[in-house]
């Protein structure tokens, strides 16, 4: 085992990512110790009986003192809040990040409260399930997948460099991206695509001729999937289209223009449109699962997926 990267690391926010990063972090050995806080006392004792943490505080305040790496895994909008809270407890030199799938509105409510010599490295591990609480996290969850780093203009390179090398300890693959780059890329990739199945779930919900058993009983695989995105984390998923709305606005306002168009071939019988558009989008499904994102067994490898610690 190698030498751990920060001697303290402070996960604040103990739910699937804060806690699947101190499994993965005890697993390399990335921290010389793991400190955690969550506001739950239920979380707290969870992750106390199930040991990721080798101290579980009761303040954020306490978890963040004399850290050299203190990650915010809560939901983005409370990043704010829990950075001012902490903010006079942090040490010279000590690296602040988050886990946020939005980057602009953390970066805009928690930069106000780093004191000087404090460095903001905001990140996002694109990793995750429908699962969340401290018990849904394992090691493996950041194995060959990325996290995106985006650092301020400006910022201290030392530390972009210290917590890249902390992230690929975990399994990661890192790279790195402006803020609004980083917005308008996981619009499309994640937030839509997330609205979407939410949408789609209710509107099964809401016709009065399909009744619930009848969903339930007869659902096919792309009414499954959808419904596997929309069991994910509500306050989350709240906070993230609030702090990143006019990037998902504007896919949203591209998505209907598509489906606009898939509508008038659909209802005009336009047959070669169809099957023109269907393998255009089949080669991308099949660029995703070249590039790692996925797998190509039945149900995407979920069904027998395991998550051993």
Not at 263 to 279: K, V
Not at 284 to 289: A, C, K, P, Q, T
Request: net charge negative.
């Amino acid at each position: 085992m190698s030498e751990p990267h920060f001697q303290r690391v402070a996960l604040i926010g103990l739910g699937l990512i804060g806690s699947s990063i101190g499994w993965a972090a005890k697993r390399s050995g990335a921290a010389g110790e793991i400190v955690g806080y969550a506001r739950s006392a239920e979380t707290r004792e969870t992750a106390r009986r199930l040991g990721f943490c080798d101290t579980v505080t009761e303040s954020a305040a306490a978890a963040a003192n004399g850290a050299d790496l203190v990650i915010l895994c809560v939901p983005v909008g409370a990043c704010g809040a829990v950075a001012a809270e902490i903010a006079s407890y942090l040490k010279p030199g000590a690296i602040v990040s988050d886990v946020g799938s939005v980057k602009a509105a953390v970066i805009e409510a928690v930069a106000p409260h780093i004191p000087s010599g404090v460095h903001l490295v905001p990140g996002h591990p694109i990793a995750g399930t429908e699962h969340s609480g401290p018990e849904s996290g394992f090691a493996e969850l950041f194995d060959d997948r990325w996290c995106i780093l985006t650092p301020p203009e400006h910022g201290d390179e030392a530390a972009t460099h210290a917590l890249t090398a902390f992230w690929e300890s975990l399994g990661a693959k890192v790279t790195q991206m402006d803020a609004p780059h980083h917005d308008l890329v996981l619009a499309v990739t994640s937030h839509v695509p997330h609205a979407i199945a939410y949408t789609m779930v209710g509107v099964a919900d809401d016709l009065a001729r399909v009744t619930d058993r009848e969903v339930i009983a007869f659902s096919a695989a792309g009414f499954r999937d959808f419904t596997r995105i929309a069991a994910s984390d509500p306050v989350m998923w709240r906070d993230v289209f609030l702090a990143n709305r006019e990037a998902t606005l504007d896919i949203l306002g591209r998505f209907q223009e598509e489906l606009f168009v898939l509508r008038r071939a659909i209802r005009t019988g336009d047959a070669q449109y169809l099957q023109d558009y269907f393998t255009h989008t089949r080669a991308i499904r099949r660029g995703i699962i070249d590039a790692g994102q996925d797998t190509p067994a039945p149900d995407f490898g979920r069904r027998n997926a395991g998550t051993t610690r």
